[in-house]
Structure formats: structure tokens, C-alpha cells
């Protein structure tokens, strides 16, 4: 219990601190340790080459005094010391050692610094004498404790003579390296200041970088940001200043018909987005202004986007495009108008009906029945939409298709108001569920308002659709002026028409829908003499369908 309260404590202190302190004390901790661990081992290495410098030094000394003739030489005389000594004495203080001490075999003096202990025995094992090899090692003698150097001395007959011991004091030695040490200390002082003032420096640029935020801060608003761009349904698309994306949400992969949100980060804006809505972000990145909302074409997907800038602290860091999708509202609406379409023919058609009884009941009452066989006679197709027996193909044809028969009214009743006479040719035959509707109403549509702007008042459009186990052939004729010679009507915001900022998705639509289903669009002039646009779709279709329902004739 008392270590889980201390955890908790040490916990909360931490969180207490503030990023900048948590920062500071941690890189002041890595400098402490990183100067104390090179110091202690700079510290070790010096110590030791301080000694083995030393320990050259005495050797070769040792050696040297060892060698000469007259050292030798001295060992037969009655009074070694006499010759031994001043050459001894000569030797330490010239090579700054603090004793060369000659002995012979037994041990007994022939020099020492102290001249009163020469001819005592010394005060250490001869170990040169009896192993016949140099020895090194820190000993206690008379002069304190030192470290030392044994060196044989060998006579003529290579027996071992005596030892020449040379030593330098550990407290000399110790002196060495506090004086090699304290320049040391001082720029391990100064180096331990600097990192510490670096350290600091280093928190409050990485405080200023993350905009003053603390850890918990920034946890908060990246769980926030987390579940805002994937919990909305609009698509959310940012780029940084070089046009490459930074951040996508899974709407906005969707929308745009990507495998991964995170996998597209870091790619151009040119390698992602479609001709128009890369315009779009282009033109926010060089101007820095807020662009217009727009409809724009992701695949089959019709989008509003809208781009604007993004500015820290006044400054341009990228921009953001937001994107929704109008799809499913273009296609509701177009069931919607479909539907109302129908509904108004219904009407009118109840309207022309009442006014045909009233005619026959006035012609009969007049007594004029030839004329009430011809009104009769006349009014036999039923208008604009009649009820099939059960055998409609033995009959003439139709668009049996109810979707497609509602759109066709809704464009009838468009063209009539734009002065534009829409007729169905006589052999179009569609059966009921020929296909997708979505993808027929798209289509056809499409290429109805196509051909009625083209038209144009006084103008005339025929459409013929066939369908049969074989597949589905589409046929939009117009008088207008036709398709330029050589133009791309299909390529993405093409438009001849006034106003065209927001043109030039229709067509463009067609073609990717066809090319989706496996089919082909093609343009041709018309015999009328405008344009003919021709569709084939290799959905079969089966004979018979569609009975009691709805027709366009």
C-alpha cells in the first residue's frame, strides 16, 4: 500500500510540473550524467598514463644506472658507496625522480638520498635480486609510500649483483594529477553550464513549437480532432504550403474513392485530386483567398467543394477542402420531379379526357355522330401515357420503364417550355427493369439536357431506346449546331454554353457511367443536323417485362 501511494505521489508530481520544467530537468539530468561518466573516465585514463609515463621514466633511468661500467665496477671496491653515490644523486635530481637507491644482493645500501642510511639494509624485499626481472609497484619505504621501479644489476658473469631501485612518491604523483585535473574540472564546469543553458533554451523552443500546450492539452485536442474528422460525414481534405496532403478523414477517402485515409499523406495534390478540384486548391494556394463553393466530379460522384486557406499566427501553412456529397440529392430530386411530372400528366390527361366527354356528349346530343366517331378516332393513343393489355409487345412500343417514363415527362414538359419539340421515335422499346435506373435516369437525362440547350428555341430532339436480350442502345439526335470538329465532349468541364464555370459535368458523367457498365459513347453528326450521341449498353434485357405499367409513347 505505502508503494502505491508513493507511485501515485511521484505521478502527480510530474504532472504538476509543467512541460518546459519536465523538459529542462530531464536534459539537465542526461548532461549531469553524460560530464560525470566522460570525467570519471578522462580522470582514469589520465591517472594512468600519468603513471605509465612515470613508470618509463624510472625504468629507463633504473637501466641506465644499472649499466654503467663504473656502478659495476664500484661493487669490488672496498667502499662502493663512495663512487656509487655522487653518480646516484647526480642521476635523481637531473631526472627528477625522488630516489635511486643501488643495492647489492643482500640488500645493503650503496646510495639513498638520506646519506645516514647508507649501508643499512633496505626496507623493502630486493625483488629484482631474486627473480632476476624488473619489478613495478607501489611500496612503502623510508621516504613514504611511492611508486617504484626495481631494476638486476648483472656482473660480468651474469649473475645478479644487486638491484637498482627508482621511485617517484605517490603523493608527488597525486600532485601531478590534481594539477592535469583542475583545467579539466573547469571546462567539465563550463561544459555542464553550457548544456544546462541549452537545455533550457532547447524547452522553451519546443514550449513555443506546440504553441504554449501542455501533454495533456494536446492529448485533449487530438482525441477531439480524432473524433470530429471521423465522426462527420462531410469530407475533410488538408495540404500543407508544397500542396502535399497532411491529414484526410475517412469521409473525404470515400468521397474520393480512396483505399486508406492515412495512405495518402504525403502525396501531391496533382497525383490525388481530378483536374478541377486540384484548380481549386491551386488557386487557394497562390492567392491565399478563399475559394468560391463549386460542384466538382469525383469519378461518378458530384461534389460541392469548398476551399479556404489555412493561417497561424497570420501565416499561410496550407489549405483545407471540405467536400459533401450531392449524388444522393441529385437522384432524389430527380425521382422527386419524375414523380411530379407524372403526376401533372395524370392530371392534364383527366383534363383532356373530361373535355373529350363533354365534346362526344354535345356532338351525340346534335345528333352528329360521324363527327363523334372522328373525335373518337383521334383521341385513341389516350394522350402521353396509356395502360397496356397484358401482351404489350404485341403492340407498338414503349419506355415501359416507370423511372425513365416519369424523367421523360419532367424533360417533355422542359423542352416545351424552352420551345424544344422532345419526341420519342416510334420503335423505342424498354421494358421494365431493362437495367439500374440510377445508372439509365443518369444517362438519358443527361443527354436530353445536353441536346435540348442545344436545340434551342424552335429546335427539335428525338430519342429512341432500345432494349433487347442483347443489350441497350441509347440514340439522342438534336438539329443544333453540332459538335466542333475535333472537340472532346467527353473531358472534364468542356462546355460551349455561356456561363460554363459550373458546366461541363454532364457528358463528362455519361461517359464514366458507360465506361463503368461496360459500354460505349460516341458523338456523331445527326441526319437533323446537329449532333447524335449513341450509347450502347451490353445489359440484356428480357422480352415481355413491364406489364401494367406506365408508358411514354
Not at 186 to 191: D, H, T, Y
Not at 382 to 411: F, N, S, V
Request: charged content about 25%; overall charge negative; proline content about 4%.
Amino acid at each position: 500500500m505505502g508503494r502505491e501511494t508513493a507511485a501515485t505521489y511521484d505521478e502527480a508530481v510530474v504532472k504538476a510540473m509543467t512541460l518546459r520544467t519536465q523538459l529542462v530537468l530531464l536534459q539537465v539530468v542526461i548532461v549531469l550524467v553524460i560530464v560525470v561518466t566522460v570525467g570519471l573516465s578522462a580522470m582514469w585514463m589520465q591517472e594512468r598514463q600519468i603513471r605509465e609515463a612515470s613508470q618509463d621514466r624510472m625504468i629507463a633511468v633504473a637501466q641506465s644506472v644499472a649499466q654503467l661500467p663504473s656502478v659495476i665496477e664500484a661493487f669490488d671496491d672496498p667502499d662502493p658507496s663512495a663512487v656509487i653515490q655522487p653518480i646516484a644523486e647526480l642521476i635523481r635530481e637531473s631526472s627528477d625522480v625522488a630516489y635511486v637507491v643501488v643495492s647489492d644482493a643482500d640488500g645493503i645500501r650503496f646510495s639513498h638520498p638520506n646519506p645516514s642510511l647508507i649501508g643499512e639494509r633496505v626496507s623493502t624485499d630486493p625483488d629484482a635480486v631474486r627473480s632476476g626481472e624488473i619489478y613495478t609497484g607501489t611500496q612503502t619505504g623510508t621516504l613514504g609510500e611511492s611508486w617504484r621501479v626495481k631494476v638486476p644489476v648483472f656482473g660480468p658473469d651474469d649473475t645478479v649483483m644487486g638491484q637498482v631501485s627508482v621511485g617517484i612518491l605517490e603523493s608527488e604523483l597525486r600532485a601531478d594529477f590534481l594539477g592535469e585535473m583542475t583545467g579539466f574540472s573547469i571546462a567539465l564546469g563550463a561544459a555542464t553550464v553550457i548544456g544546462v543553458v541549452a537545455a533550457t533554451f532547447t524547452a522553451r523552443m519546443v514550449r513555443r513549437r506546440i504553441y504554449g500546450l501542455e501533454p495533456e492539452e494536446i492529448r485533449g485536442m487530438l482525441e477531439t480532432r480524432e473524433a470530429t474528422l471521423h465522426g462527420i460525414r462531410e469530407g475533410l481534405i488538408a495540404f500543407d504550403e508544397e500542396g502535399r496532403v497532411s491529414l484526410c478523414n475517412d469521409a473525404a477517402a470515400r468521397l474520393l474513392g480512396l483505399d486508406s485515409p492515412s495512405g495518402v499523406v504525403g502525396t501531391a495534390v496533382d497525383e490525388l485530386l481530378e483536374q478541377d478540384l486540384a484548380a481549386l486548391v491551386d488557386q487557394v494556394r497562390h492567392d491565399g483567398g478563399e475559394a468560391p463553393q463549386r460542384l466538382v466530379l469525383s469519378g461518378e460522384r458530384v461534389l460541392v467543394a469548398r476551399a479556404a486557406p489555412v493561417r497561424v499566427d497570420g501565416r499561410f501553412v496550407g489549405a483545407v477542402v471540405i467536400l459533401m456529397d450531392r449524388t444522393e440529392l441529385d437522384h432524389a430530386l430527380q425521382q422527386l420531379a419524375g414523380a411530379q411530372s407524372l403526376a401533372e400528366g395524370l392530371r392534364a390527361q383527366q383534363h383532356e379526357f373530361a373535355n373529350t366527354l363533354h365534346t362526344l356528349g354535345g356532338l351525340i346530343e346534335l345528333g352528329e355522330t360521324d363527327a363523334a366517331m372522328r373525335v373518337i378516332e383521334r383521341s385513341g393513343d389516350g394522350g402521353a401515357i396509356t395502360r397496356l393489355d397484358a401482351h404489350p409487345l404485341d403492340r407498338h412500343g414503349g419506355i415501359r420503364d416507370i423511372e425513365l417514363a416519369a424523367l421523360l415527362l419532367a424533360k417533355r414538359a422542359r423542352a416545351r417550355e424552352r420551345g424544344v419539340a422532345l419526341t420519342i421515335s416510334d420503335d423505342s422499346l424498354l421494358p421494365a427493369g431493362a437495367g439500374d435506373d440510377a445508372d439509365l435516369v443518369t444517362v438519358v437525362g443527361n443527354l436530353l439536357d445536353n441536346a435540348i440547350d442545344a436545340a434551342g428555341r424552335g429546335g427539335r430532339v428525338q430519342l429512341r431506346v432500345v432494349g433487347s436480350p442483347d443489350g441497350l442502345e441509347i440514340v439522342v439526335d438534336d438539329d443544333g449546331p453540332g459538335v466542333p470538329e475535333g472537340a472532346d465532349v467527353f473531358a472534364l468541364g468542356y462546355s460551349t454554353k455561356d456561363g460554363a464555370m459550373q458546366r461541363g459535368y454532364g457528358l463528362t458523367l455519361v461517359s464514366r457511367i458507360v465506361e463503368r457498365l461496360g459500354g460505349r459513347v460516341g458523338v456523331e453528326t445527326s441526319p437533323a443536323g446537329g449532333a447524335r450521341f449513341v450509347v450502347r449498353l451490353p445489359s440484356p434485357v428480357g422480352p415481355g417485362a413491364g406489364a401494367e405499367r406506365a408508358v411514354l409513347s
